[in-house]
């Protein structure tokens, strides 16, 4: 299934743009949170980062992805921010995986 996607503006709040992303990684493994504008990426990454001490305390941790793009945006070439983010099991112990 691929991540659903997110998009976050320079005016979203980071805290409830964290606990969508929890949200949807608690339910799926990844998310895509998509940007236009260096206060929208600003926000998304500090909701990925408020995301991840969430989903801590329920033994996750994140992998996360940015890359940058190009897109035509109401006429105009904007610079899409798209950050792919999933969740990972934390294991205390590496040889616990293997068992």
């Not at 992998?63 to 793009?69: C, E, N």
Request: net charge positive; charged share 25%; aromatic share 8%.
């Amino acid at each position: 299934m691929a991540p659903t996607v997110l998009w976050v503006s320079g005016t979203s709040t980071p805290s409830a743009t964290a606990g969508a992303i929890a949200h949807r990684l608690r339910r799926y493994e990844g998310v895509r949170l998509r940007a236009i504008g260096v206060r929208a990426g600003y926000q998304a990454l500090k909701a990925v980062a408020l995301a991840r001490r969430f989903l801590a305390d329920e033994g996750y941790d994140l992998l996360m992805a940015p890359s940058f793009h190009r897109e035509m945006v109401e006429g105009q070439e904007r610079v899409v921010l798209e950050v792919v983010a999933y969740r990972v099991e934390v294991v205390a112990d590496p040889d616990e995986r293997l068992q």
